[in-house]
Structure formats: C-alpha cells, structure tokens
C-alpha cells in the first residue's frame, strides 16, 4: 500500500515538474518581444567589430509566387567602422573615418567616389534593425523552434519602401538567417509563361557562413585604399583597377 502510494506521489511530482518546465517554455516565448529580440540581435552584431557572412538575394514578382525572377549571390564583411557588401557584380564600400564611398560595377567597369560625406551605414543590417524597431508599429512574434519569427507590419506610410517585413533570428546565436521585404510599389516582371505583368514583388534575403574574423585578404577588401590612390584632391585608381574609370563627387 505504501509503495502505491510512493508511486502515486512520484506522479504527481512528474506531472507537476513537466507542467512547470511547459509553462515556464510558454511563458518565456510570451514574454518575448519583437523589441527584445531585434535588439538582442543589434547587440550581437555590434559587439562583433569584425564580422563577415554570404547573402543570398532572391527577387519574386508577387507576394505569393514561388519561382523567383532574379536570384544574386552577396556577401557582407564588417572591418571596425568600415563596411563592405557585395551584390552580384557591384559592391560598396563606406568608410566613416576618411569620410567616403565608393560604389563600384565591376562589369561597367566604372567606379563613382564620394568624398568628404557624413556616412552613418543606414543600410547596415545593424542600422536596418534599429530602423525597422523605430518605424513598424505593428509587431509579433513567433517561435518557430530553433528561430525566432518577427513579423513587423505598418498600417501608415513610412520612409520605407515596405509594408512588411519577416525576419528569422537563430535562437542561440541571435543572428540573422533570413529577412522577406514585401514591398509597396508595383514593379513589372515576367511570369512563367513570359507574359509581362505587374504587381508587388519580395525580396528575400538569405544570410549564412556567418565568420567574427577576418582573413588578411578579407581585411584589404574592406579597405578604400586597395580600390583608389588620393594625393590631395586628386584620386586614381589602383594598380588592380586601373583600366576603371573613376567618377568623383
């Protein structure tokens, strides 16, 4: 009798501790904001002063469709202030401290300088966060296993060219995997058939191969004097760009 009755105690203790684990996992994702987690990911990624990851850009004509019309390969590297970011053939370099940009097509072949400009990287993942925490008013949260789900919508127009905007977040890492932008304007495209047609396209950005250090290769890709040559006000270009033409600002 008394072992019955150690059993039946035994029970209730289990059930009573897998209740307890349950509601504490149900609380925590409850209690988890948008907020939060955006800015525990803005944190992750400004801690890190170097940083480096591969992106994946997909171009989809609709909000629904599920053949993308564009599809480019990325990349990101974060060197301190400096931020370098690649997309298919064209990349961007922003350096705060000499206070330029350089934009360059490598296909074209043509390389337009800025100089002398106040660059805050508002097009930074970093930046974006903040951005996205400050204009989407609307916003909710899912847990999604090992990723949290922000899904951030705006019922007024913003500076932004979206009207809504999903971001997955790895749980341990609090990094951006992935972000889909849909966005507000109509814009043309060709359907599976090759008709034209017209409507509001999304974006989706895959983000992976996260790295917090540099190669001394990646260190000189972030660097604006393996692009350009300045002696005063005059810029030239490189050795390994000298046949690019150089646009200046």
Partial sequence: MKRIKNISIYRKLVLAILFLVCFQTYSFAQERT????????????EQNQNMRFDMNY????????KKPSISYLGNLIKSKEIIYSKINN?????DPTSKTSIKCNEAEKALII???????NDQSPVALLSTFIKLFKIKKVKDNGSQWICTLTTDVIT???YGKVEIYINKETALVEKEVLYFLTKAPYKNEEGQEKIDNPRME???????TSLSKQEKNIAK???YILRNGKRITPTT???????SQY
């Fill in 34 to 45: 948008v907020d939060d987690i955006l800015k525990e990911t803005q944190n992750a990624m």
């Fill in 205 to 211: 950005i895959t983000l992976s191969n996260y790295k």
């Fill in 224 to 226: 604006i004097d393996s």
């Fill in 90 to 94: 064209t990349f961007f370099i922003t």
């Fill in 240 to 246: 390994a760009y000298k046949e690019f033409k150089i």
């Fill in 159 to 161: 500076q932004l060219p």
């Fill in 58 to 65: 997909k171009w989809f004509g609709t909000y629904t469709a």
């Fill in 114 to 120: 800025q100089s002398n400009i106040t660059i805050n």
